[in-house]
């Protein structure tokens, strides 16, 4: 789905702004409007006076990278409460500007030369003091809602290992890893949903190791390309896969099979995890079921195409994922 120290900010603890000219004239809201004014007369921030960098001015910066070019997320958005999009914004970029430099830098010496330099302005952060944009956001909303830092770790942790780990040789060392590439986000999202209890965590996890793996092998090509073979060797060993049937088009029928055994597992876990929609608010469970059902189309189009991933890329196309969203608006999914 779509993780500090210091004095923890809340809506309802903030002082009222509504008098202040700043939020009258621009219609900044009171949060933005104090952090804006703290900002300005910090040099924790590394300000230097006419290159001021405003919690207003980051804020713009995550927003446009969040609905700019990404559509996925543009269709989650959709069912947020104006009020939270924000934070979502601010969280959707930081694990896109992470994930871009492990996966698009030009060699994995630069990704995770590009990925330190990240981690520390991520500990920047955490320690009160953003310098970049990105983070004077992310910052505001990690204090406002509590976010630990280890989500946000674990995260980078598995961007780093794809610098230089590209096979697993069982299920056990893959889920291992979905628990840092991908398990973390719900984490945050529940922080943000205010509903991260132990039990809701457990379910989240199962919704977003169902993704990761659903991505797995609806890219199978794509990682393929990058040398990366995310299904396990010993996977590979029982259904008669060797690798070079990576480089075959059409796809290998032991490869075939292989990825329908695996789209059972992924859907059994979109299966065991929906639960979690009956025990976070009602604009949380929305979006859960959306991310869940939206996995679940994604495993539906890999079957369509006779797990032919090296045919061609399986797609949900926009047709779908319009249902999707007027279902969950209607309460049927």
Known sequence: MFQYSGAVLTRSSEPSNSGSPEVESKGIDPLTAQHNRGVASSSNHGESGN????????????????????????????????????????VYAFCRTADDLADESPSP????????RFQQQLDAAFAGCPE????????????QFQIPKQPFDDLLDAFR??????????????????QRSANPVGHIVLHLGDSCTAENRILSDHIC????????????????????????????????????MFR???????????????????????RTGLPLAKRVKPWL????KLFAHGGLQTLRAIRKIDFDVLGSRPTVGKLQQFGLVLRALAGRL
């Open 51 to 90: 290159c001021a960098r405003t919690l207003s001015q980051a804020r713009e910066s995550t927003r446009k990278l969040a609905t700019s070019h990404y559509e996925n997320f543009l269709v989650a958005s959709i069912l947020l409460p104006k009020e939270m999009r924000q934070p979502f914004y601010d």
């Open 109 to 116: 010496e630069e990704a995770l030369r590009g990925l330190e």
């Open 132 to 143: 970049e944009p990105l983070f004077i956001a992310l910052e505001a909303t990690i204090r």
């Open 161 to 178: 290992q794809d610098q230089h780990r590209n096979r697993y040789a069982n299920i056990g060392e893959l889920l291992e890893y979905c």
């Open 209 to 244: 190791t169902g993704l990761q793996l659903a991505n797995f092998w609806q890219d199978v090509a794509r990682d393929f390309a990058m040398n990366r073979i995310y299904i396990p060797q010993d996977l590979m060993c029982q259904f008669g896969v060797e690798e070079e």
């Open 248 to 270: 075959q088009i059409p796809t290998a029928e032991p490869l075939r099979r292989l990825l329908a055994h695996e789209c059972e597992r992924a859907e059994q876990m979109f």
């Open 285 to 288: 469970a929305n979006d859960v």
